[in-house]
């Protein structure tokens, strides 16, 4: 589990690309401190396994599934990428319940300074949007971010200089790729309230019948 304060930006030495897999080489020095094998660590919000750990970095496998659901398939080498690792039981919960699991991605559609904030615009498909409410948690490359307001295909969060400057968010450009993480808790109300539906004997015609 992780909370959307990202720890560092790392950078992209290595990639290998199988099949339809890949192995990252990610360059880091302040989260390798107590890292060992077998650790998760969001990679762009992405929760991935330490699996080599070198002076510098670690390496991390990325599946298929991986890929076709995030932006780390577009990934170069010396991009720079956002780091956090696994919350510790006792650390404090800075952002919001972020598991690493992506939902999808986003396409930034315009990005504009508003005196010491800039703001995003990020369009994305109806699937994410519909768990996307204004003032609700979001996770932008793993970063925890706050809804500001929210369109039919799209939707909008103001950041602050140290955001900006603390994660890759500041290298971002219009039409960039991003990876999107709803707020776990709207899906699984959802998938809930779906199945007590399922199971409920309460129907439109049992209503009916019984004169409501």
């Known amino acids: 589990m992780f909370t959307g304060i990202i720890e560092e930006i790392g950078k992209i030495q290595g990639i290998q690309k199988g099949t ?10 302040e989260i390798m401190e107590d890292v060992y094998l077998g650790d998760s660590i969001a990679v762009n919000g992405v929760c991935l396994t ?14 298929h599934e991986t890929l076709n659901r995030s932006s780390l398939g577009n990934l170069r080498i010396g991009n720079p990428v956002n780091l956090e690792r696994a919350m510790p039981a006792n650390g404090r919960f800075g952002g919001h319940i972020i598991t690493g699991h ?31 409410i204004e003032k609700g ?6 970063i925890s971010l706050t809804v500001a307001r929210v369109y039919k295909d799209s939707f909008s969060v103001s950041i602050i200089p140290h ?22 808790i709207g899906k699984y109300v959802e998938c809930l309230m779906g199945k007590e539906s399922q199971n409920n004997n309460i129907t439109a015609e049992f209503l009916t019948k019984y004169g409501f």
């Open 20 to 29: 339809s897999s890949a192995i990252l080489s990610v360059q880091a020095s």
């Open 50 to 63: 330490v699996t080599s750990i070198s002076p510098n970095g670690f390496t991390a496998d990325v599946m």
């Open 102 to 132: 992506i939902d999808g991605t986003g396409t930034i559609l315009d990005i504009r300074r508003d005196d010491n904030s800039l703001w995003y615009i990020i369009k994305t498909p109806l699937l994410i949007i519909r768990y996307i």
């Open 137 to 142: 948690s979001i996770a932008i490359d793993g």
């Open 163 to 184: 955001t900006a400057s603390s994660t890759t968010l500041s290298s971002r450009r219009v039409g960039d790729l991003v990876n999107l993480e709803n707020d776990c």
